[in-house]
């Protein structure tokens, strides 16, 4: 899973037959059956011209919202937030990551992790970006975490306009996608976290770092606080995500429960 990881990043058009046969020139005796189901449990598909089904997997009984993003100049902070949800190994197990962005700065306003997709995290990521402000429009894909009624109370009591991503349209959320590359080549790739606390620990300091220290060439050689307006202000998404107290160490991936609503 781990190289499965690293080469969707580099080859994200490789698809199950295609991984496959990379992997088995690297010497390792896998078939078509095995990487399929484990690709599923990682969320990762590869980009075709059509919406990428991966984590978020959508529910057929809850409300979709058009996509409002077309042709819209984004110029300002606040104007429009973006989420999104990604896997993240760890030395035994995995961890899902959900992260939300303010598109025009970059800045990573909250962030939470979890051992399942239940959409509480989600919930909980979302509730601490909103006592912190709000956005003009919030933008996510269709899955069900975030076409949830507990997701979208917030959002409507708020007064926030909602966007999801179109169907054939896999890169309509295109700023968060390089946000989990650089998190992954950057975090992810140097660790082997040991346990949810380890996980938890080092992407808070490392989310500190991307949004106030690391430059952007995108940004004008900018940190993404220095146009959010925050940087003199105490770091967001420094706050560590809640953990439930049962969870100590991540789960085996043949054992944990994964929760797709």
């Known amino acids: 899973m781990a190289l499965i990881d690293e080469q969707y990043l580099r080859t994200p058009f490789y698809g199950v037959e295609k991984t496959t046969a990379w992997l088995r020139r690297q010497g390792h005796a896998v078939n078509v059956k095995r990487i399929r189901r484990l690709m599923r449990l990682m969320g990762l598909e590869a980009?075709?011209?059509?919406?990428?089904?991966?984590?978020?997997?959508?529910?057929?009984?809850?409300?979709?919202?058009?996509?409002?993003?077309?042709?819209?100049?984004?110029?300002?902070?606040?104007?429009?937030?973006?989420?999104?949800?990604?896997?993240?190994?760890?030395?035994?197990?995995?961890l899902?990551?959900?992260?939300?962005?303010?598109?025009?700065?970059?800045?990573?306003?909250?962030?939470?992790?979890?051992?399942?997709?239940?959409?509480?995290?989600?919930?909980?990521?979302?509730?601490?970006?909103?006592?912190?402000?709000?956005p003009e429009i919030f933008n996510t894909d269709q899955g069900s975490q975030f076409t949830s009624a507990d997701f979208i109370a917030p959002l409507e009591k708020a007064?926030?306009?909602?966007?999801?991503?179109?169907?054939?349209?896999?890169?309509?959320?295109?700023?968060?996608?390089?946000?989990?590359?650089?998190?992954?080549?950057?975090?992810?790739?140097?660790?082997?976290?040991?346990?949810?606390?380890?996980?938890?620990?080092?992407?808070?300091?490392?989310?500190?770092?991307?949004?106030?220290?690391?430059?952007?060439?995108?940004?004008?050689?900018?940190?993404p606080a220095d146009l959010y307006g925050v940087a003199a202000g105490p770091p967001v998404a420094l706050r560590a995500p809640s953990v439930p107290a049962a969870v100590k160490e991540a789960m085996n991936p043949s054992k944990k429960p994964l929760i797709f609503v």
Not at 107 to 119: C, G, K, Q
């Open 47 to 94: 980009i075709y011209p059509r919406r990428k089904r991966g984590l978020s997997t959508p529910d057929k009984q809850h409300k979709v919202y058009p996509y409002l993003l077309k042709n819209v100049a984004v110029i300002r902070p606040n104007q429009v937030w973006a989420a999104d949800i990604t896997y993240v190994r760890m030395y035994h197990g995995w």
């Open 96 to 134: 899902y990551l959900m992260a939300i962005m303010d598109w025009f700065s970059r800045y990573v306003i909250a962030w939470e992790l979890s051992v399942t997709l239940e959409p509480d995290f989600c919930v909980t990521a979302l509730e601490r970006a909103l006592t912190n402000g709000q």
């Open 159 to 223: 007064a926030v306009r909602i966007s999801m991503d179109g169907k054939g349209r896999v890169f309509d959320n295109i700023f968060v996608e390089r946000l989990w590359r650089t998190v992954k080549v950057e975090e992810v790739y140097l660790r082997d976290y040991q346990t949810v606390a380890e996980a938890t620990l080092s992407l808070g300091r490392y989310f500190a770092f991307y949004n106030h220290e690391r430059l952007h060439q995108a940004l004008g050689y900018h940190t």
